[in-house]
């Protein structure tokens, strides 16, 4: 018998987020060739942004017991530049090695840092330069506390749910993230305000 295949998941907050994303990723992406997405999740952003991007190609990548329901959105999509997704543990010191050693433009993920341990940020960043082009450049979206700015009161809630659900998880402090981009030679360039008191920054 058969097994049946994967259920197709759905997250609302990739389907509220997606055309802002996709409005504040457009001018930036102007003439890059090669993206790599970190934590793809669903596959929703890669799906809604892929086609109004098609002189990039776009390449997703999950954890290895999230590529089931990634791979159903991107072959029912079936876009000519969203190849097959890629395993990725940040947690494994080889990384960059299981995305096959290919360089990218832009690396770019979407509200995952406050899900990842602190420890796996870090093994992150330090590893970007294996991935990322000479000019290259890191784009994240999500929530940030920022040093020098009040924190909006449901950044704070969604910090404190965070950390009661599982200690290691929180909104990320900008600062903290911009010492670990000057550890590999990146700077932060943007700081784009997005709805729903979220950013996103530009490292490069």
């Known amino acids: 018998m058969n097994a049946s295949p994967p259920a197709k998941p759905f997250a609302p907050s990739a389907e509220r987020n997606r055309e802002p994303i996709l409005a504040a990723l457009r001018p930036r992406l102007a003439g890059v060739r090669r993206l790599l997405e970190i934590g793809s999740g669903t596959g929703q952003h890669a ?16 954890r290895p017991a999230q590529l089931a329901g990634l791979r159903c959105w991107l072959d029912e999509a079936a876009l000519p530049n969203t190849p097959p997704p890629l395993a990725l543990d940040m947690d494994h010191p080889d990384w960059p090695e299981q ?22 940020v870090g093994a992150w960043f330090a590893a970007l330069p294996r991935v990322l082009a000479p000019a290259g450049r890191l784009l994240v979206y999500g929530p940030f506390i920022e040093a020098d ?35 590999v030679g990146l700077q932060r360039r943007e700081r784009v305000e997005m709805p729903a008191n979220n950013l996103l920054v530009v490292w490069g």
């Open 149 to 183: 700015r009040p924190t909006a009161p449901s950044n704070l809630r969604f910090d404190a749910q965070l950390r009661a659900q599982v200690p290691h998880q929180g909104v990320r402090r900008l600062d903290a993230l911009d010492a670990l981009a000057a550890q």
């Open 99 to 120: 995305a096959g050693g290919a360089v990218h433009d832009v690396v770019f993920s979407a509200n995952t840092l406050h899900i990842m341990p602190w420890t796996t």
């Open 47 to 62: 799906v809604h942004c892929a086609p109004a991007l098609p002189h990039l190609v776009w390449q997703t990548s999950e």
